[in-house]
């Protein structure tokens, strides 16, 4: 069976202080990682998309990166307004029939 | 601002009733997705539609139904409540199905069975 494990369940950051989300994976055959960033009282919003291991991308203190079993989503110097949670969501080719499975997030907090 | 439209924002109702959520995708879209999230399950796929036709379903229980119009937008019907269906139900559309399409959310109805 298809699985997103997302660790830690929250993290607490001060302001200027750089860490890393994981997501570890478990998919038939993966045709794409999904990183997305959710407000309270909002839908996702779409970050970054990932194909293949070696894969990085990045968005302002953003950086996420693609291994074979799993991706971490790296915050650089975070600031408040980068207090959300994180999602993460994979793709494949199996018995997802082609949709979506999400983790259940990172929730970051980021003091000043 | 995903360009999502969802309504209503909330909703409040007792077991047993029915509601209809509903949903308008972004301009050009043609796929529609729904979505619900709960605290202890995370967001789980329901169904998806495709310019109208039915693509593919998730965990979506028998007393749920969706559909999609001619003009794209698509309603998400939920019937019999019970307490535990109370949650967040998003809407996403894309422009094709696949990885080169992201999906975009809507900003959810909150749905309280009471």
């Known amino acids: 069976e298809d699985q997103v494990t997302q660790s830690p369940e929250a993290l607490r950051l001060q302001e200027g202080e750089s860490s890393s989300l994981n997501c570890s994976y478990t998919?038939?055959?993966?045709?794409?990682l999904f990183w997305y960033r959710q407000d309270p009282g909002k839908g996702p919003e779409f970050l970054f998309t990932l194909y293949s291991a070696g894969e990085e991308k990045e968005k302002e203190r953003l950086k996420a990166t693609l291994t074979k079993k799993e991706s971490f989503l790296h915050i650089t110097a975070p600031k408040p307004e980068d207090s959300a949670t994180y999602l993460c969501a994979v793709l494949d080719y199996g018995g997802s029939q082609g949709n979506l499975i999400f983790g259940k997030g990172t929730k970051l907090s980021v003091k000043p | 601002d995903s360009g999502v439209t969802q309504t209503p924002k909330h909703l409040i109702t007792a077991t047993g009733q029915r509601v209809t959520l509903r949903c308008s995708p972004r301009s050009g879209d043609l796929s529609v997705y729904w979505y619900q999230q709960s605290l202890d399950q995370g967001l789980q796929f329901l169904i998806q539609y495709y310019n109208g036709e039915e693509r593919a379903k998730g965990n979506i229980l028998e007393r749920f139904s969706a559909q999609q119009f001619p003009d794209l937008h698509s309603e998400l019907n939920l019937s019999s409540l019970e307490l535990g269906d109370s949650a967040l139900y998003f809407c996403?559309?894309?422009?094709?199905?696949?990885?080169?399409?992201?999906?975009?959310f809507g900003n959810g109805t909150r749905l309280t069975v009471t």
């Open positions: 998919v038939s055959g993966l045709r794409g």
């Open positions: 996403a559309s894309s422009e094709i199905q696949g990885p080169n399409s992201p999906l975009h």
